[in-house]
């Protein structure tokens, strides 16, 4: 495939449109996972920060629906679907401004085949899709300001002239961490690069300034840890450790994860750039090719660290991964030859979207319509446990639960054997959270969380808010069979009675996806 160099600009507008109308449709047509819709309480019950991350994915699903006025998916979502387009374009831009306009839409095409950034930032609603933006933002800002000032003669000048740059970095890292605690690496990579390569940045007092704003923008969070006793730094805090017993497995699994989450033919483009440039290819130098390698590396090695002793997620360290694309882009774009102001596409980028192509494809197929069946490894045969290894049944079959259950409500209420008012229970945030957003909360039925803060993490807020549990009353309590809790042993001591009330069969292509078993628990002791 040729393009023409002049019209850059021009695949990058065609780019983001189709983009957009991709992952527009993804996020209607998708049903929320886990993650997604516990974010969904954050919009419910605004708050300064939680007990998982700051308050900012709440905020931009409260500002995109109308304050949930829209609370489809596809609304809950809208944040993610224009932010993505937006960092699509600014990683174009931050290639434009290291290398030319060839690295640049080298960049944006890889950024878009990255599975993290197409999805995960770009269709789903999590703090990552706000993370993405203002990181892509601020990094934009520290590059234009270095670059600049190590130009100019009379530096006292350039620190002055280039200041607002520093400034406005600084208050988009702040609105960084206001979205995910790990966007402290955008400061760790400033100072890594300023200590190492470039310490008379250290006499600019508007380094310091800027350091300032990003302070100042996190006292929210500060404060919310300093009145409910620092409870999200001490959560994260455990999911992460410096020692522990060396578990390669752990390892491993990161690694693969991340070459799932980042494509995989990224992530080899990546170690491809990168041993080059190691081996003193200098098809990126000076400031831009630090800089990028101060923020990224260092963020990587991490939790690689990290994940020697302990299960990490993957997606921890994507955002590094997604600066990194910046290099093969780079690489990629030194290796082109300019004929009759045509360029070939490079072989392995047009591979890295296909891919993204086949998987999107065929993963929203397997949703919808479970042809493969994944079945593999489940517990036993019964129907208590059906489905509890086909990880699509997390994000399908949600909608269609609220009319089944509806009638069976109805029907117990009718006879006297519960009351309208009765509210719902749930032992862990996930599935509570689908249920709250899917059945209980269109129905006007209170959720509660029935475990310890670090099971049910929001709802520990939520439950006061919502009055509390309170003894002597009768609820419902419905359990999935891809997640089934046995009510028999968590709830039979909290209740008087806990009745099998009806089974609800989520079909799907008119097979059972998965089965939901509804309870009666009466007299909360």
């Avoid at 789903?124 to 300001?145: E, G, H, Q």
């Avoid at 208050?171 to 190492?196: C, D, E, P, R």
């Avoid at 042993?489 to 996806?513: M, N, Q, S, W």
């Amino acid at each position: 495939m040729k393009i023409q160099e002049s019209k850059i600009d021009k695949y990058i507008a065609w780019l983001l449109v189709i983009s957009v109308l991709v992952r527009g449709f993804l996020a209607a047509f998708i049903e929320f996972g886990n993650d997604e819709v516990y974010y969904w309480t954050y919009a419910m019950y605004p708050d300064w920060s939680h007990f998982d991350h700051p308050g900012m994915v709440g905020w931009l699903m409260q500002i995109f629906s109308l304050n949930l006025l829209f609370d489809s998916e596809f609304a809950l979502r809208l944040s993610s679907i224009i932010f993505m387009t937006i960092d699509t374009y600014i990683i174009y831009r931050i290639g434009c401004l290291i290398k030319n306009k060839l690295t640049g839409f080298y960049a944006a095409l890889l950024y878009t085949s990255s599975f993290y950034c197409f999805v995960i930032t770009g269709v789903f609603i999590m703090p990552d899709t706000p993370l993405m933006l203002f990181t892509l933002l601020s990094i934009w800002c520290f590059l234009v300001s270095f670059r600049a000032q190590r130009s100019e003669v009379e530096e006292s000048h350039a620190f002055k002239r280039d200041g607002k740059y520093l400034l406005l970095a600084g208050l988009l890292s702040g609105l960084a961490l206001l979205s995910k605690y790990s966007a402290i690496f955008i400061w760790a990579g400033v100072g890594m690069y300023i200590l190492f390569f470039d310490r008379k940045q250290l006499k600019n007092k508007y380094l310091y300034l800027a350091a300032l704003i990003s302070a100042v923008c996190l006292l929210p969070v500060l404060i919310w840890n300093l009145q409910n006793d620092f409870i999200s730094f001490t959560f994260h805090g455990d999911r992460v450790s410096f020692f522990g017993k060396l578990q390669p497995a752990d390892f491993l699994a990161e690694i693969l994860g991340e070459m799932g989450y980042n494509n995989p033919i990224n992530y080899v483009l990546i170690i491809i750039a990168l041993v080059s440039l190691w081996r003193g290819d200098k098809y990126l130098d000076g400031m831009p090719k630090r800089l990028l390698l101060c923020f990224a590396l260092p963020f990587v090695g991490l939790f690689w660290f990290f994940s020697l002793t302990r299960p990490i997620l993957p997606h921890w360290s994507a955002p590094a991964f997604s600066l990194l694309l910046l290099f093969p882009a780079a690489y990629l774009a030194d290796k082109q030859s300019i004929k009759d102001f045509e360029i070939k596409l490079p072989k392995p980028i047009i591979v890295t979207l296909s891919l993204l192509v086949f998987v999107l494809f065929f993963g929203v197929v397997e949703i919808k319509t479970g042809f493969i069946p994944l079945r593999f490894g489940e517990r036993s045969n019964s129907v208590r446990y059906y489905g509890e290894s086909d990880i699509t049944t997390t994000i399908y079959g949600w909608r269609s639960i609220k009319d089944d259950f509806q009638k069976i409500r109805q029907k117990k209420i009718d006879e006297g054997v519960m009351r309208a008012d009765d509210g719902m229970i749930c032992l862990q945030w996930f599935p509570m959270a689908n249920f709250d957003y899917y059945v209980a909360n269109p129905l006007g039925i209170n959720m509660f969380g029935m475990r310890d803060m670090d099971a049910i993490h929001k709802y520990v807020w939520i439950n006061e808010i919502r009055g509390g549990l309170q003894k002597g009353k009768d609820y419902w309590f419905l359990d999935e069979s891809s997640d089934y809790y046995a009510p028999e042993r968590y709830l039979d001591k909290h209740f008087k009675e806990v009745v099998p009330c009806d089974t609800i069969v989520v079909d799907r292509c008119g097979k059972p996806a998965k089965y939901v078993f509804v309870y009666m628990c009466k007299g909360l002791k």
